[in-house]
C-alpha cells in the first residue's frame, strides 16, 4: 500500500508542486479534509483554495469533517453535528484551533492530493453545502451569512415541514 502511494505520488502529485512544495504530511492531512467536504471532482481545488486562504491568513478552518473524525475518536460520535459539538475542546476542532488539525482524517484520494498540492487560485474565504453535493463559495461572512440561511436554514427547515406533513397524512391527518 505504502509502495503503491509513492508511486502514484511521485507520477499524478509531485510533477503539480509549487517551487517550495508542502511538507507530505501537511499536505496529506490539507487533501484529507478537501476529501471529506468535496462530493465533485471539479470542487476539490476550490475547497483546497478556500483552506489554503484560511491558513495564510491564520483564520481558523472551521471544517465540519474534523469535529466529526474527533467525535469518532472519542466515541461520542452519534451521527448528528450539534452546535455545542463546534465550541467543545479537542485537536480536532478547527472551529477553535487554528492551522490544520494534528493528523489526516481520511484517506485522501488522487484527486483531493492534487487539488492539495496545487488548490485553486480563489480569493474565497467560505463554502457552504447546498445539499445536493454541490458548495456555494463565499469571499467574505456576510455573503457565507446569507448563503447558510438559503442553503442550510431554509432547506432544512422545509424538509423537516414536509416530512412532518407526509407523516401527518400517513397518520391520516391525525396529530
Not at 461572512?141 to 416530512?163: D, I, N, P
Request: overall charge positive.
Amino acid at each position: 500500500m505504502v509502495g503503491n502511494f509513492r508511486r502514484r505520488f511521485a507520477a499524478d502529485v509531485e510533477p503539480l508542486a509549487p517551487a517550495e512544495p508542502p511538507p507530505l504530511r501537511t499536505l496529506v492531512t490539507l487533501a484529507s479534509l478537501v476529501e471529506k467536504e468535496a462530493r465533485l471532482d471539479e470542487e476539490r481545488p476550490l475547497i483546497a483554495g478556500v483552506y489554503a486562504n484560511r491558513l495564510r491568513i491564520g483564520m481558523t478552518l472551521g471544517a465540519d469533517p474534523t469535529i466529526i473524525y474527533g467525535l469518532k475518536l472519542a466515541g461520542t460520535w452519534d451521527g448528528n453535528l450539534k452546535r455545542h459539538h463546534l465550541t467543545e475542546d479537542s485537536p480536532y476542532n478547527t472551529y477553535r484551533r487554528p492551522g490544520l488539525p494534528p493528523t489526516p482524517i481520511c484517506s485522501p484520494g488522487l484527486g483531493s492530493l492534487q487539488a492539495a498540492m496545487r488548490p485553486a487560485a480563489t480569493d474565497a474565504l467560505y463554502f457552504v453545502s447546498r445539499n445536493d453535493g454541490s458548495h456555494v463559495f463565499s469571499r467574505t461572512l456576510a455573503e457565507h451569512s446569507r448563503a447558510v440561511e438559503r442553503w442550510q436554514r431554509q432547506y432544512w427547515r422545509e424538509r423537516w415541514r414536509r416530512e412532518r406533513e407526509e407523516a401527518r397524512a400517513a397518520r391520516g391527518g391525525v396529530r
